[in-house]
């Protein structure tokens, strides 16, 4: 009697879940947005990454400031924190490394960190490296006795194609334009059951279509036009040439088609949510999300 009060139980709380979760519970892969924020310092947005999670294996892009709390408040295991996709080397896309390489390390990853980055992601992981010498000694050789596999990275610095394959995943690196950066990368991820495509800072990418081509997710900065238009000549020059406009996204999200487009990274000034996503979906009929720190697809 009691085994079959269970099982009724069970059917109840299933025919309950929103068909939307049930999906949701069914796919081997998710996408966190661990931050979804710019240089300006919104404590509700923190500095940009994003995971793509595979059977419960985490693979971040970009490590922006508090990634690897964010990750933790996401439910990620912290000592899983081994695979890294840097798009560029700004700032706020980077001031979470030294986290990322130490944090997990302390907390006894199993094996070295691998990262994969544009030119120049070498020169940052040996500075990271260098200054904090001192704390990589104490704790390896001192009384942790830390293991000294955990604080070891291997730094992979890309061109354009796969970079990256296991049995889960495969990861394409593509160029994007993001203003005087010499390189700036977008990266596709292929998994058994789902295909997403994550923009990087860039200004509008012939390439991203090429990429998504009907993709399940594209996730992509934007900025508002409204809030754009009282922008200071000086940062009008900068962000046109360094980020994507809303009109800009809806164009190239019709013709790349995905089936949902995630907004991150939004610049919106004086501006708000409501707008740019007027903005957008005046011009896009697909479906669009204003993306929010720790949300899931």
Request: hydrophobic share 35%; with cysteine; proline share 5%.
């Amino acid at each position: 009697m009691r085994i079959t009060s269970f099982l009724f139980l069970i059917i109840f709380l299933v025919s309950c879940t929103p068909k939307a979760d049930q999906e949701k519970t069914k796919l081997r892969t998710h996408v966190i947005l661990l931050g979804t924020g710019t240089p300006n310092p919104d404590p509700q947005r923190f500095g940009p990454a994003t995971a793509v999670v595979v059977d419960g294996v985490p693979y971040i892009i970009d490590c922006g400031p508090g990634v690897v709390r964010r990750a933790t408040a996401a439910g990620i295991d912290v000592t899983k924190l081994n695979r890294l996709f840097i798009t560029h080397l700004h700032s706020d896309h980077t001031t979470g490394y030294a986290d990322f390489v130490l944090t997990p390390a302390v907390l006894e990853r199993s094996e070295p960190l691998r990262v994969f980055g544009p030119a120049g992601t070498e020169q940052l992981n040996n500075h990271i490296r260098e200054a904090y010498q001192q704390d990589f000694d104490i704790r390896i050789f001192g009384l942790e006795k830390g293991d000294s596999l955990a604080y070891q990275v291997q730094v992979q610095e890309i061109q354009p194609g796969v970079i990256y394959q296991d049995e889960r995943i495969t990861v394409t690196a593509f160029a994007v334009k993001h203003g005087s950066w010499k390189e700036a990368y977008g990266f596709k991820f292929a998994t058994p059951d789902r295909s997403i495509v994550i923009s990087g800072d860039c200004t509008y990418s012939e390439e991203i279509i090429n990429q998504c081509n009907g993709c399940d997710i594209l996730v992509h900065e934007v900025f508002s036009e409204d809030g754009y238009s009282r922008r200071p000549p000086k940062w009008k020059t900068y962000h046109a040439d360094f980020h994507t406009s809303t009109s800009q996204l809806a164009q190239l999200a019709n013709q790349a088609k995905p089936k949902l487009l995630v907004l991150t990274h939004q610049l919106i000034w004086d501006s708000s949510e409501k707008k740019l996503l007027e903005e957008i979906t005046s011009r896009y009929a697909g479906r669009v999300v204003f993306g929010k720190d720790l949300d899931v697809y």
